[in-house]
């Protein structure tokens, strides 16, 4: 069973890059989609960003499309979120998923596929 580590969340201006960071236990990590998705205060938890098992795949939501790269190194079993141009709005914590019971191969919007998650870092973003 893999386990998710989250990283570098802290908190930055508007306008500013972050880049956080999962890194993974196990050795399957390389044969899984991973997605982040994130929750602001009051708000539910909505789906970021995913990537298929060798990285050649990715989408991205709607909210962050054009701002986010989704990224993967599994030499290092760890996958990626760069944030550019960040916004309060996109403060929240940050949580890497993993499914590992859907095919590596697709990329899932829907956080309904990811069935391990990790414990989150928190991103804040001040205006």
């Known amino acids: 069973q893999v386990q998710l580590v989250e990283s570098g969340g802290t908190l930055v201006q508007a306008g500013e890059s972050l880049r956080l960071s999962c890194t993974a236990s196990?050795?399957?990590?390389?044969?899984?989609?991973i997605g982040w998705a994130r929750r602001a205060p009051g708000k539910e938890r909505e789906f970021v960003a995913s990537?298929?098992?060798?990285?050649?795949?990715?989408t991205y939501g709607n909210s962050v499309h054009g701002r986010f790269i989704i990224a993967r190194d599994n030499a290092k079993n760890a996958t990626y979120l760069q944030m550019n141009s960040l916004k309060p709005e996109d403060t929240a914590i940050y949580y890497c998923?993993?499914?590992?019971?859907?095919?590596?191969?697709?990329?899932?919007?829907?956080?309904?596929?990811?069935?391990?998650w990790g414990q989150g870092t928190q991103v804040t973003v001040s205006s």
């Open positions: 998923t993993a499914a590992t019971r859907r095919s590596g191969v697709l990329v899932y919007p829907n956080l309904d596929d990811y069935d391990t």
């Open positions: 990537i298929n098992w060798d990285g050649g795949t990715t």
């Open positions: 196990g050795r399957s990590f390389s044969t899984y989609s």
